[in-house]
């Protein structure tokens, strides 16, 4: 998708910038960041997947494990901003990460390698989870089923904002602080994720109507 693009946006948040363009003619900055992520995430959405994987055992994955998918750590983000704030910046950006491309299965074992678990990543097809009802994005983060109505959420082009400074730290280090805070935190309930058992449920459906 290209920085210019904001169908994906919305048709209220595409009529907001169009009033910030009109109201600052030539002089407008909007930035249009992906899912934000790291410590302080109110939403749960990034934060499950570190926190399931550091509980071990089978874990269900959803769809293509080499599907892409994208986020950006909010301290990244928020560093990148002031630098255009900073230095008078304008124009419209898209901003998400990482830089190089990333599936969900290395995300998992990037957060496999920071917990230090034994655990069996099991992939399961769009198609089940459709049929059981699971509910995308919030029931199981990062995933959106294909074809569907936020088709491209996952492979937004940032290369302006990279061209104007956008940089990212290494994804172990927004797993491990991210795993850092969820263990000084009280527990469920959680605004996102999986029910263990609802997991546990629908992987033992998944093994036995699998081909022998």
């Given at each position: 998708?290209?920085?210019?693009?904001?169908?994906?946006?919305?048709?209220?948040?595409?009529?907001?910038?169009?009033?910030?363009?009109?109201?600052?003619?030539?002089?407008?900055?909007?930035?249009?960041?992906?899912?934000?992520?790291?410590?302080?995430?109110?939403?749960?959405?990034?934060?499950?997947?570190?926190?399931?994987?550091?509980?071990?055992?089978?874990?269900?994955?959803?769809?293509?494990?080499?599907?892409?998918?994208?986020?950006?750590?909010?301290?990244?983000?928020?560093?990148?901003?002031?630098?255009?704030?900073?230095?008078?910046?304008?124009?419209?950006?898209?901003?998400?990460?990482?830089?190089?491309?990333?599936?969900m299965i290395e995300l998992l074992k990037a957060c496999q390698s920071a917990a230090e678990r034994d655990v069996r990543f099991t992939s399961?097809?769009?198609?089940?989870?459709?049929?059981?009802?699971?509910?995308?994005?919030?029931?199981?983060?990062?995933?959106?089923?294909?074809?569907?109505?936020?088709?491209?959420?996952?492979?937004?082009?940032?290369?302006?904002?990279?061209?104007?400074?956008?940089?990212?730290?290494?994804?172990?280090?927004?797993?491990?602080?991210?795993?850092?805070?969820?263990?000084?935190?009280?527990?469920?309930?959680?605004?996102?994720?999986?029910?263990?058992?609802?997991?546990?449920?629908?992987?033992?459906?998944?093994?036995?109507?699998?081909?022998?």
């Open positions: 998708m290209e920085e210019v693009d904001n169908q994906t946006y919305g048709p209220l948040k595409a009529l907001c910038e169009d009033a910030v363009r009109d109201t600052f003619p030539g002089d407008a900055l909007i930035i249009r960041p992906g899912l934000i992520v790291g410590r302080y995430d109110p939403t749960d959405r990034f934060t499950y997947w570190p926190r399931r994987v550091a509980m071990g055992g089978e874990v269900l994955v959803p769809g293509s494990p080499d599907r892409r998918i994208q986020f950006i750590d909010v301290r990244d983000l928020a560093a990148w901003i002031l630098e255009m704030v900073e230095g008078s910046q304008s124009g419209t950006y898209n901003a998400t990460g990482p830089e190089e491309s990333l599936t399961v097809s769009e198609a089940f989870l459709l049929e059981q009802a699971v509910a995308p994005w919030i029931e199981l983060p990062l995933w959106m089923p294909t074809p569907g109505p936020m088709d491209g959420l996952m492979e937004v082009r940032c290369r302006r904002a990279l061209d104007a400074g956008l940089r990212f730290r290494p994804l172990t280090d927004t797993i491990e602080d991210t795993l850092k805070w969820v263990r000084d935190q009280p527990g469920p309930p959680y605004k996102a994720g999986m029910d263990p058992g609802r997991e546990q449920e629908l992987l033992q459906i998944w093994s036995e109507a699998a081909p022998s």
